[in-house]
C-alpha cells in the first residue's frame, strides 16, 4: 500500500527511510518482534536511531547562520532541543524494543542450523537425507544470493549521496540478531534513556534486566530504587525486587559495605517484611488487577514452588470484577503457566476459558482448530487463484475488453 505513495525507482521501505518516517518504522520494528524476526526488528531500530544522529548532524550548518543573522533566540532554542533529542517517543520506542529483543537474544541466542533440526530424519534412508540436505543447501544459497542482489541495487540506489560523506554499514538483519554481545549492543541504547527518559519506569526497568544478566549488584539496585521513587506499586517492579532479593541469598561474599547498603535500602522497600511476606501482601492488595496477579503468582512458585497449584488457581480467575482483563494479558498468562509454571492441563483448561470470554480471539483457538483454519485458508487461496487463472484465460481470448475486465477485477 505504502508503494502507491512512493516513488517508483525505489522501494517502499526505503523511501520510507530516506523520509525518516519514524513513526512507521518504530511500528514494523514492534510487529517484527511479536513475530520472532529479531533482525528485522533491531533493523528498524537501528535506523530510527540513525535519523536522530542526522537530526544532530543537520544542525551543524545553522551554528554560523544563527550567529551571522544574529538569530540568537531561535539559536538558544536550537542548542537546547540538541540536548534532548533522543527524549523524543520514538526514539524511545525503538530504543526499548532494541533492548527487549538484545535481552531475549542472550536469553536464547540465534544458532546457526541448516533447519535439520525441525525436520524427522530418523525415519528417512541415506539417499534421501542426502538429496534433502542438498536441497537445503541450494535454497539456502539462493536466498543468500538474493540478499545479496537486493543490497548491491540499493547501494547503487544510494550511490549518489553516500559519495559526498562516509558509508554507513549496512544494516544486514542476520548478523544483527547473531551479535557476540548483546547486552553490550543493549546498552547503546540505555545510556540515553538513563539521561534523557529517567522520568519514565520503564527505562530503569529495562536497565535492571540488563544489569541483573550482568550480575551487577549495585547497578541494579540503583535501578530498582529509580523505579521505587516513581511507580512503588507497578507489576514488572514487584517482579524485579523479588528477583534482586532471591539473588541476594545466593550472594555469599559481598564486600561489606556493599552489603551494608543494599540491606538498608532492602528493608525500606519491603518495610521490614519477609519475602513471602512481602509477595502475599502485594497479592491481597492488588487482588482484582491482573498484570499485578500475574506479577505476584509468578514470583510466588519462584519463592516457593510447591504453592504452583494455589498460584494458578489465583492467576486464573476471569470474574467480572478482574481488571484489565484484555486478550493480549490473558495471551500472556497463558504462555506463563505453559512455558515458567510447565502445567499444560492447566494450560488447556484456561485457554478454554479464555476462548468463551474471547470467542473472537485466535490466540485461544485448540491446535485441532488452528489446523482447520490453516487448511480453510490455504484451501480459500488456491480456490481463487484457480478462478483467477480461469478468468484470466477467458479475459485474454476477449482482446482489448477481456484486459480491461482482468484490471477491473
Given at each position: ?17 530516506e ?35 542526522e ?8 551554528h ?36 527487549e ?12 542450523n541448516?533447519g ?15 538429496k ?12 543468500q544470493?538474493?540478499e ?18 562516509p558509508?554507513?554499514e549496512?544494516l544486514?538483519p542476520?548478523k ?44 541494579m539496585?540503583?535501578?530498582?530504587k529509580?523505579?521505587?521513587?516513581l ?11 523479588v ?6 541469598k ?10 551494608t ?16 511476606e ?14 499485578h ?14 504453592t504452583?497449584?494455589?498460584a494458578?488457581?489465583?492467576?486464573t ?18 504462555e ?29 483457538l ?41 484490471s477491473?477485477?
Open positions: 500500500m505504502c508503494s502507491k505513495f512512493t516513488r517508483e525507482s525505489v522501494a517502499a521501505m526505503e523511501n520510507l527511510n523520509m525518516q518516517c519514524m513513526w512507521f518504522q518504530t511500528e514494523c520494528a514492534s510487529s517484527y518482534q511479536r513475530q520472532g524476526k529479531y533482525g528485522e526488528a533491531l533493523k528498524k531500530c537501528f535506523q530510527v536511531d540513525r535519523h536522530f544522529c537530526i544532530n548532524e543537520d544542525q551543524f550548518d545553522f554560523t547562520y544563527c550567529l551571522r543573522k544574529m538569530t540568537l533566540r531561535a539559536y538558544v532554542s536550537l542548542l537546547r532541543l540538541e540536548d534532548v533529542i533522543r527524549h523524543h517517543r520514538f526514539f524511545f520506542k525503538a530504543a526499548q524494543v532494541a533492548i529483543v538484545y535481552v531475549h537474544l542472550h536469553d536464547k541466542p540465534i544458532q546457526d541448516d535439520m533440526d525441525q525436520l524427522d530424519t530418523e525415519n528417512l534412508t541415506p539417499k534421501e537425507l542426502k534433502l540436505k542438498s536441497k537445503q543447501r541450494r535454497a539456502q544459497k539462493k536466498a544470493e538474493k545479496e542482489q537486493k543490497i548491491k541495487s540499493d547501494s547503487k540506489q544510494k550511490k549518489d549521496a553516500e559519495s559526498e560523506g558509508k554507513e549496512e544486514i542476520d544483527l540478531e547473531k551479535c557476540e554481545n548483546p547486552l553490550q549492543e543493549a546498552l547503546y541504547f540505555l545510556k540515553p534513556l538513563q539521561t534523557l527518559a529517567k522520568d519514565k519506569i520503564q527505562t530503569h526497568l529495562l536497565a535492571f534486566d540488563i544489569y541483573y544478566r550482568k550480575d551487577k549488584v549495585l547497578l539496585l540503583q535501578s530498582i529509580r523505579a521505587y521513587a511507580e512503588p506499586s507497578d507489576p514488572k517492579l514487584h517482579k524485579c525486587i528477583q534482586f532479593a532471591m539473588l541476594l545466593e550472594k555469599q561474599m559481598l564486600p561489606e559495605a556493599v552489603d547498603v543494599i540491606s538498608d535500602e532492602m528493608q525500606k522497600m519491603l518495610n521490614g517484611r519477609e519475602l513471602e512481602y509477595n502475599k501482601d502485594f497479592r491481597v492488595t492488588h487482588a482484582t488487577s491482573l498484570p496477579l500475574l506479577a505476584g503468582c509468578k514470583m510466588q512458585v519462584l519463592i516457593d514452588p510447591s504452583q497449584e494455589a494458578i488457581s489465583q492467576l480467575n476471569l470474574d467480572d470484577n478482574m481488571l484489565h482483563r484484555t486478550p493480549r494479558l490473558c495471551t500472556t498468562i497463558l506463563a503457566i505453559t512455558s515458567d509454571f510447565k502445567n499444560p492441563n492447566a494450560a488447556n483448561l484456561y485457554r478454554k476459558k479464555c476462548r468463551e470470554q474471547f470467542p473472537l480471539s485466535p490466540s485461544f485448540s491446535d485441532e482448530e488452528k489446523h482447520e483454519l490453516v487448511s480453510l485458508k490455504t484451501n480459500g487461496n488456491a480456490e481463487l487463484i484457480k478462478e483467477s487463472t480461469v478468468m484470466g484465460k477467458t479475459c485474454n481470448s476477449t482482446g482489448d475488453a477481456g484486459s480491461e475486465l482482468i477491473n477485477t
